[in-house]
């Protein structure tokens, strides 16, 4: 282990994966070749909800170049189950999972119901506008709430009041009682948009068959290489063993490619089909349209507290759009958002009940977040509500309901770790004069100043994690990780780490990611986990490679491997001057001169899991100004404090949170992807679809903590979603903070000029 | 994704450019000049012509010169050689001012004022500075040139009057003392939601001359009258640029309103005024300055 002076974790090491990827080396899926490789492109239902009476592929097969055009009946044809599966088990109602191909329904505009395969993909492109799709309308559902009212259309037959599953946490009685009891109850009615995942690099899936091995091989832009293979031989009908999954370079995850989406598994069946390699890429409309969507909660939610401002209980009722099929765990997931509903408060009673509810639209799933920004959205906002309707400072009410002993156990269910949450609150008040702010009424332009506080915490770290590390004869390192990285840096990190544990320079070690033939086992990136469940595994199993290569130097320099220490890339003789260098090690491991009872080689193989959930924590603060005329909302400052236990490299935690926060402005301000009452997407391409822009978003000042988690050696915790989770509330309490003077009380996201300037219109102004 | 095949023209003269749109009345042609517009459209499908007059090498076209009190710019100037020019910051400073809003630095380094215009976009920048600045547009046709005044040129979204064997070759604008531009950008499209544009003669320290007209809100540029009758006669310290531009929304027609999800048409409306005052204010600052804004 090296010294704490010389240590590599804890500096800002500059990524390694920059050079690549700046210069264009880097290959993403779409740049990769293959001899002979075809491409497919989907025909996608223009219909939301209709019944599908023939699909005519007739005059796109005679179109030179196209090798072939398939529907639902070539699938079933093949003998291939063809179905994305859904968490059928864990739902109130047996429901089919998304079959790759529409069968005889479609129950959302864009679902795929036939792939054109070409020579080229201009030809494919060209090819699908040539099939005949023939389909008999229904009555579209796009609203949760109106999903479950009585007489809505029905997307599904066994879920006749479009409800997937209805998810309870907390106790009811116990929160009925505290809002009794209570002095006082603030409620409000939230709608957390619906988000389009718009990752730089659309999903993208090169697939060959091999069918002298019978070998699949996936090329594909996938988060979670192992995930993926299991999904894929599910819906190929193939055993795991038969698939492997790689995923090269990859231009931004955000859950959206930890999916199983019909292009890839198409993109498979379709290569083993026609015995040639074919590619699929996404083009940025069919991105939109078929998802996967993130968030779309609609939420009742109240807050009781006493005069003195003691929050009592807490209580929410959320309708969850999980759109026209439930995409494995997708359904689910709403159900455990209320996990996060405490926030950072001890909170007597909680109860939350949720719906996950079937709509004509894409189908939603975990989106940078996954259910922690729609929990700490209703928390914050509320917590906002009360300090207003109890006239006193936000700052003063959260500071006094921050929970400060750990472990704590929260009425839903989560068991925070570790915290500091008072000394993260007072940093990030410190660092914006949040006294002044608050006194602020509007500026020299007129414009109406607010100030807006979200203290949140994030559940990290989840699951088990592989990591290998292995030692060359001459003493280089590879370290081998199932998670992969698509913007997080664990070539970088990962090496700082292995490189502390086993006292090697840095640039002698390489790190492999994204091959499921080359990486044991894995778990994927996503939840905030990598640091946590990868960088504990690969520290693990360096360790184990640094105790033997102790006892392989302390066999060499014939002394007590307790009297060997390694320092400076050598293994010395406590107090004398002998020393092996650690190639020499290296070598001795795969050559003569073993200790006897050792066995050749140099690695170990680690799959590890934390102990417990690793919980993140921190305030953000936004300070925006808002013209009255326009309803313009510019946010001027952000300042975020976040606490992520001690940081493997500094400056990628900072991307990692500038990152989030600019998502999570983007839900804030502008982003939202709309239906209208047939469910058609009006929101489908980026001239439609407002991403925040650089020029959108304000410098975001980053400030730490640390507070190490008990629940892992590193005593990390996860930093990748802090930004998506506290930016929305920061900003939309900031707006309302300042709009306050003009008596708005809430302004639903995205917080689009038009819809501020309403706002100010409604209450007056 | 490929577009349809078609046939692809480059013009040597503007003769031959007029010739060939003569020669093809009969089919879809269009012409290409920087591209900006056609090519996005050709990729997506939305344009499918027949024909393909390229006329990106009509020198005669290019530039920006100054004669007799009036700027002249080629239809092909760039965004970029207007937003540039020291000439068109003296005497047109409205046009420079405008120009340098038009979408990015690499749309403005190949597209055009003439493909702009001629495009018609209502929500575009450079039609609201040549209809506030009294342009004449200059057309080519086969029985020779004609004139035609930049207000009458707009007919709707994506229409002019430029004929099917028209070609714009380029726009003159009156000399003024100061003008302006002044915009809420649209946070998907980075076009206008509204957007004013105000030029300014000023004579002795007085207003003598006034144009101002909106776009963003309605189907085609329009003047806003309300604005130049409060501004016009007044000395340049005394103009109240908020109460001059608190009619602007008069003169737009309800029934000529555009709009989104992002922003309605009465939203855009609405944001008239108070974009039509930033726009006046910074042009009084440019008149007292002697020129465009800062």
């Known amino acids: 282990m090296t010294d704490d002076d010389d240590a590599l974790v804890g500096r800002p090491v500059p990524r390694r994966e920059d050079r690549a990827l700046l210069t264009g ?33 007739g005059a796109a097969t005679a179109i030179d170049g196209v090798l072939g055009a398939f529907t639902w009946a070539d699938v079933a044809a093949s003998g291939t189950p063809g179905v994305l599966p859904v968490a059928s088990a864990r739902l109130d109602c047996d429901v089919p999972g998304h079959p790759v191909l529409a069968r005889d329904r479609v129950r959302y505009q864009g679902q795929p119901v036939a792939a054109v395969v070409a020579a080229d993909r201009y030809t494919a492109r060209d090819a699908v506008a040539a099939v005949e799709v023939t389909v008999d309308p229904l009555d579209a559902v796009v609203d949760p709430v109106a999903a479950t009212a009585d007489g809505a259309p029905t997307v599904f037959a066994d879920a006749p009041d479009n409800v997937a599953v209805t998810t309870e946490l907390g106790d009811r ?17 939230l709608a957390n948009n619906r988000l389009v995942p718009s990752a730089l690099e659309p999903r993208a899936a090169l697939a060959s068959w091999d069918d002298a091995d019978e070998q699949l091989t996936v090329r594909m832009t996938s988060q979670s290489p192992h995930g993926h293979r299991r999904k894929l031989a599910t819906t190929l009908g193939l055993p795991e063993r038969r698939i492997r999954v790689v995923a090269p370079r990859v231009g931004g995850g955000f859950g959206h490619k930890g999916h199983h989406h019909p292009g890839e598994a198409m993109a498979a069946w379709a290569a083993r089909q026609l015995d040639r390699p074919v590619k699929w890429t996404a083009t940025r409309s ?82 940078r977040g996954a259910g922690r920004p729609e929990a700490i959205y209703v928390t914050e906002r509320l917590v906002d509500a009360a300090a207003r309707e109890l006239e006193v400072d936000p700052a003063a009410l959260r500071r006094r309901n921050q929970v400060s002993e750990f472990p704590h156990e929260t009425p839903v269910g989560a068991t925070y770790d570790s915290g500091d949450y008072g000394r993260a609150l007072d940093e990030a008040l410190g660092a914006v004069d949040w006294e002044r702010l608050r006194a602020t009424g509007r500026d020299d332009a007129g414009r109406y100043v607010g100030v807006g506080l979200a203290c949140y915490v994030e559940s990290t770290g989840g699951g088990h994690e592989s990591g290998v590390v292995r030692v060359h004869p001459d003493g280089g390192v590879t370290i081998y990780a199932g998670t992969h990285s698509h913007g997080q840096g664990h070539g970088t ?77 050598s293994f010395h003789v406590t107090g004398t001057d002998r020393s092996v260098p650690f190639a020499d090690v290296a070598a001795a491991a795969y050559g003569r001169g073993l200790p006897a009872g050792l066995e050749p080689g140099l690695e170990a193989t680690t799959f590890y899991e934390a102990e417990g959930t690793a919980y993140t ?120 903070d300042a709009l306050a003077p003009l008596d708005v009380e809430h302004v639903d996201m995205p917080l689009t000029a038009e819809r501020v300037w309403r706002a100010i219109e409604d209450a007056g102004g | 994704m490929f577009p349809p095949e078609f046939d692809y023209r480059r013009a040597e003269t503007v003769a031959e450019a007029l010739s060939l749109l003569s020669d093809h009345a009969d089919r879809d042609v269009r012409l290409l000049a920087g591209g900006q517009g056609l090519v996005a459209d050709l990729k997506a499908g939305a344009a499918t012509p027949d024909l393909l007059v390229d006329v990106g090498d009509l020198t005669s076209l290019a530039g920006v010169t100054v004669a007799a009190d009036r700027v002249t710019v080629g239809a092909l100037a760039t965004h970029a050689e207007v937003a540039t020019s020291a000439t068109v910051r003296e005497h047109a400073p409205v046009l420079g001012a405008t120009a340098e809003h038009v979408a990015d630095l690499q749309v403005r380094n190949r597209g055009t004022v003439g493909g702009n215009l001629a495009e018609a976009d209502p929500t575009a920048d450079l039609p609201a500075a040549v209809v506030a600045a009294d342009a004449t547009l200059h057309v080519r046709g086969p029985e020779g040139e004609r004139t035609v005044a930049a207000t009458r040129f707009f007919e709707g979204e994506g229409r002019t009057v430029l004929g099917s064997d028209e070609l714009l070759t380029g726009v003159s604008l009156p000399a003024r003392t100061a003008g302006a531009y002044a915009r809420e950008t649209h946070p998907a ?63 737009i027609a309800a029934d000529r309103l555009v709009g989104d999800a992002h922003a309605s048409g009465e939203y855009r409306l609405q944001l008239l005024p108070t974009v039509a005052e930033r726009a006046v204010e910074q042009a009084l600052e440019g008149a007292a300055a002697g020129g465009g804004p800062a």
């Open chain 1, 25 to 57: 080396a880097a290959a993403y899926t779409d740049d990769l070749r293959a001899p002979g490789a075809a491409h497919l492109a989907f025909v996608r239902s223009e219909a939301s909800h209709a019944h599908l009476d023939d699909v005519d592929v």
């Open chain 1, 173 to 189: 009685e116990a929160t009925a009682r505290a809002f009794a009891d209570a002095d006082r109850v603030v409620e409000l009615d």
């Open chain 1, 286 to 367: 069919g991105n939109s349209l078929a998802g996967a969507h993130g968030r779309d909660h609609r939420t009742t939610a109240a807050l009781a507290v006493d005069d003195d401002g003691t929050i009592r209980g807490l209580r929410a009722e959320t309708h969850a759009a999980v759109g026209g099929y439930g995409l494995g765990g997708g359904p689910v997931m709403p159900g455990w958002y209320g996990r996060l509903l405490a926030g950072q408060y001890d909170v007597e009673a909680i109860h939350c009940e949720t719906h996950s509810v079937f709509t004509n639209t894409a189908p939603v799933h975990s989106y």
């Open chain 1, 493 to 569: 990190t990962y090496a700082q780490i292995v490189a502390d544990e086993l006292g090697v320079d840095d640039d002698e070690i390489s790190v492999v990611e994204g091959d499921t033939e080359r990486i044991p086992t894995g778990t994927g990136t996503f939840g905030s986990r990598s640091t946590i469940a990868g960088g504990n595994a690969v520290a693990e199993s360096a360790r184990a490679v640094g105790e033997k290569a102790r006892e392989i130097a302390a066999h060499r320099l014939e002394a007590d491997p307790a009297d060997v220490e390694e320092a400076g890339g």
């Open chain 1, 617 to 736: 924590f921190g305030t953000h603060v936004a300070v925006v100004a808002v013209d009255p005329d326009t309803g313009a909302v510019d946010v001027e400052r952000y300042v975020a404090v976040d606490d992520c236990g001690p940081r493997v490299n500094p400056a990628i935690v900072e991307g990692q949170v500038h990152g989030g926060v600019a998502q999570g402005i983007g839900q804030a301000r502008s982003e939202a992807a709309l239906y209208d009452d047939d469910g058609t997407l009006l929101t489908d391409e980026l001239l439609r679809y407002a991403l925040p822009r650089a020029a959108d978003l304000p410098d975001v000042e980053t400030r730490a903590t640390e507070t190490p988690s008990p629940h892992n050696d590193l005593g990390v915790k996860g930093i990748g979603e802090a930004g998506t989770i506290a930016a929305p509330p920061a900003v939309v309490n900031a707006v309302v």
């Open chain 2, 189 to 251: 499209t980075g076009y206008a939601m509204a957007g004013v544009a105000a030029t300014l003669d000023v004579a002795d320290g007085v207003v003598s001359a006034a144009g101002v007209a909106a776009t963003g809100v309605a189907d085609r540029p329009v003047r806003l009258g309300t604005v130049e009758e409060r501004v016009v006669g007044a000395p340049v310290e005394d103009v109240d640029p908020a109460a001059a531009a608190a009619g602007a929304a008069e003169p």
